[in-house]
């Protein structure tokens, strides 16, 4: 377009009258062209027009609704509402877009580009801004396509020089250079996308010098105290803003960003934070408290831009940037062969990087740290030995717990036969008790490790007196899996798992013990030197049969039968049931039936009772909401809203409200319990109705974990679990559920997960 029609166009923008013409006096030939030339930028400054006014029109629109809608929610949430502004900059960019696509000297075409999936901005689960009281939700809107191959499209980057933040060679990785990293990783979904920021930021950091991580966990209270007193305001102050907030994280960032400094503070480094950390966590004894506030105390008045928010951040050990470990393994998988391969070589800064090559790698990092969980020593032989000798290198070893394999839910005897047809099987009591992954070191030592790798070996002393006795001479080492039951001493019967769970957690003595236990092992991971890890299911077992003496009622082998007839099982599940177990367990015995850590796969099977008259599984949910108790339940909670785990997103999804299942011993522990648990609003990872009718009286922590069943899975459009994969525009909810039990052994990031409630979904359609 020329720049004598874009001149009208720009005076009509500011509002300015242009002159009229007038129509008596007798126009020239040349005059006449002229004004169909006008006549032309008139039509397009009328569609220009046009254009404004529904814009105008939209903001009216949109201003009136979140009138109302303030209108509803201001007797139960305050909000700080800078809408305004945000809108009048969402208008003033649409009009420039609109002024520049009209003042083009090109046909009025939409040339924008559409943006990748994996690469747009994130927008906030359930987040109560500061900003505005619309509750936004990230949601999946249909359901991943596995058998198509994700590429990976690593930009061209130098992992020396182009950095957020720059440092010399041979100084210590200055922390807002990983801080910034978090950033960027915030603002984005995906996990390709998530992958490439992170690689790129280990592809740099790994030819610095080294760091030792930790993870720490500081109260509540500490760390808002170290807050008020970095910010120089009370505490009031900060709990105020962080009920408006939601995130300390963000209250330490907004109220230091409008901080000036006489002198700044010296750049902190990744080693300045982790060895602070190190020193708060080794902090004991007389004044420990007042310590630890004035080390976070320290890191905060020295940290810029970003970084306050996730120091904060890590001391509560929840990042929220929707970072997976996976994702973390995976990464440090392509650094680790980046950096080998295409470190600092110009001619190689622009060569494309074969995907299945990075998936390669990304694996062979997360199946070694399975087997051996410890990120500095994989690091260092990765470092030393090269990737590609790392899985030779690697080596599951006494006293560093692995994750345990896990099994896959089923319907019924039938869905096990037609999963494991024409395989070797191995049908074992499953026991209603605590998994426990027994270690027993050259030296001695003996450690007893829960399923999520706490070590629980205080808590069972008896286990500690009598296993090693049930060893045979040849046995020098070894790693057990078993479950840890209840049991009455006189009769052998088994107890439940309610009984187990009244056991004190530490300090426990011998004499002191009124619940006692037996250890059923059913399975080898280690024996004298050697990982059996990578040896099938019937290796296992013979060695294990071979290297112990059971002890009556001390320890024994999980009682098993070897078949592959139909009417066998069922008889077998059945006297399951008689004696007091939860059902069976049918695991493959062949050559490819190996130990795999952490996976839940086909090869081990659950056959529970609650398939005959309920889903084939229970469910592990978190309380994030209670309702206020009415008639026999006044004085106390009488229900709660339950959630399950987005394990790709970090975030808690609402499944379902339960009330049924609870003792009057219960409901009153629980309320105690969650005293000290509630918020004033739901978290920024909460994905809830925005509906307040739909919403608990109280909103809590994620907490704890309880064991849950039901009669069947639905679609809901008031819950978000696994919400558009199952349905474009609905998530998934629990019929009829009943309480079971705490499961204490499990932290709420360890719940079922939405991928999991997506697969029960979807198995119980095909079954009906």
């Not at 330490?252 to 708060?280: C, E, G, W, Y």
């Not at 040849?474 to 049991?487: G, K, N, Y």
């Not at 922590?701 to 009669?711: F, N």
Request: a positive charge.
């Amino acid at each position: 377009m020329s720049d004598n029609l874009k001149q009208p166009l720009i005076s009509n923008f500011f509002g300015n009258n242009r002159k009229k013409r007038n129509p008596r006096k007798r126009k020239k030939p040349d005059q006449q062209k002229e004004e169909k030339k006008v006549e032309n930028q008139d039509e397009v400054s009328l569609e220009f027009k046009k254009e404004k006014q529904t814009i105008k029109k939209k903001r009216n629109l949109e201003e009136t609704k979140k009138e109302k809608e303030k209108e509803i929610i201001k007797p139960k949430l305050e909000f700080v509402d800078e809408t305004k502004e945000k809108e009048q900059e969402d208008l003033n960019e649409s009009e420039e877009e609109l002024t520049q696509q009209f003042s083009s000297d090109e046909e009025f075409e939409d040339s924008e580009e559409e943006i990748p999936a994996e690469e747009k901005p994130k927008q906030k689960f359930q987040m109560y801004k500061e900003k505005s009281v619309k509750i936004n939700h990230q949601i999946k809107t249909k359901k991943p396509n596995k058998s198509k191959k994700e590429e990976y499209h690593y930009e061209e980057y130098h992992p020396t020089k182009q950095l957020s933040v720059n440092w010399k060679n041979g100084q210590n990785v200055p922390f807002l250079f990983l801080a910034k990293a978090f950033q960027e990783i915030e603002q984005y979904s995906g996990r390709i996308k998530t992958t490439e920021i992170l690689g790129n930021c280990f592809r740099s950091i790994l030819i610095s010098p080294d760091y030792f991580g930790i993870e720490l966990g500081i109260g509540e209270q500490i760390l808002q105290k170290a807050v008020s007193k970095s910010i120089g305001r009370n505490l009031n102050f900060v709990r105020k803003e962080y009920d408006k907030k939601g995130d300390l994280g963000l209250v330490v960032q907004a109220t230091r960003s409008n901080q000036m400094f006489l002198v700044r503070p010296r750049p902190l480094t990744i080693n300045d934070v982790f060895s602070k950390l190190h020193k708060i966590a080794e902090c004991h004894g007389s004044n420990s408290q007042e310590k630890k506030i004035s080390m976070i105390v320290s890191l905060l008045v020295n940290s810029r831009e970003c970084e306050s928010k996730f120091i904060i951040r890590i001391l509560q050990t929840k990042l929220r940037i929707g970072l997976a470990e996976t994702t973390v393994l995976i990464a440090l998988g392509h650094a680790l062969y980046l950096n080998e391969k295409y470190y600092q070589k110009k001619k190689n800064l622009k060569r494309k990087i074969n995907s299945e090559i990075l998936d390669k790698y990304g694996t062979t990092v997360k199946k070694n740290y399975h087997k051996y969980p410890n990120y500095d020593m994989l690091f260092e032989l990765a470092q030393k030995y090269g990737i590609d000798n790392l899985t030779e290198k690697t080596k599951f070893t006494p006293g560093i717990p692995v994750k345990p394999m896990l099994a896959k839910p089923t319907t019924g005897v039938k869905e096990v036969l037609d999963r494991l047809e024409g395989y070797q099987l191995i049908c074992e009591y499953k026991y209603d008790g605590e998994r426990a992954q027994i270690h027993f070191l050259e030296n001695g030592d003996l450690k007893v490790f829960s399923r999520n790798s706490e070590d629980i070996t205080q808590k069972y002393p008896d286990l500690v007196k009598f296993i090693p006795n049930s060893r045979k001479d040849s046995v020098t080492s070894f790693v057990l899996d078993s479950e840890c039951v209840a049991i009455d001493p006189k009769t052998g019967n088994l107890r439940p798992f309610q009984v187990l769970s009244t056991r004190a957690k530490k300090d426990v003595q011998i004499e002191d013990i009124s619940v006692d236990v037996c250890l059923f092992a059913f399975d080898l991971m280690y024996l004298n030197g050697e990982s059996l890890l990578d040896k099938s299911l019937e290796y296992r077992r013979k060695k294990l049969y071979e290297s112990f003496n059971e002890i009556e009622n001390k320890f024994t082998f999980a009682k098993g039968m070897q078949t592959k007839d139909l009417t066998e099982i069922g008889t077998f599940f059945k006297k399951a049931l008689e004696a007091g177990t939860e059902g069976l367990m049918v695991k493959r015995l062949d050559k490819d039936a190996y130990y795999q850590p952490s996976k839940r796969t086909f090869s081990w099977l659950k056959l529970k009772k609650d398939y005959l008259k309920e889903l084939s599984d229970t469910l592990d949910l978190v309380p994030i909401g209670a309702y206020i108790g009415r008639g026999k339940r006044t004085g106390g909670y009488g229900g709660y809203l339950l959630a399950c785990y987005d394990e790709d997103n970090e975030v808690y999804q609402a499944i379902c409200k339960i009330g049924t299942g609870f003792s009057d011993e219960n409901l009153e522990k629980f309320t105690k319990f969650f005293e000290s648990k509630t918020i004033s609003r739901p978290l920024p990872y909460y994905q809830v109705s925005t509906d307040l009718s739909k919403q608990p009286d109280i909103w809590l922590e994620p907490a704890v974990v309880w064991e849950v069943s039901a009669a069947d899975l639905s679609l809901s459009p008031n819950y978000y679990a696994a919400y558009g994969l199952a349905h474009p525009k609905q998530g998934i909810s629990l019929r009829f559920p009943r309480f079971k039990r705490v499961r204490d052994d499990k932290d709420p990031e360890d719940a079922t997960n939405s991928d999991q409630v997506l697969e029960f979904f979807e198995k119980q359609t095909l079954h009906k």
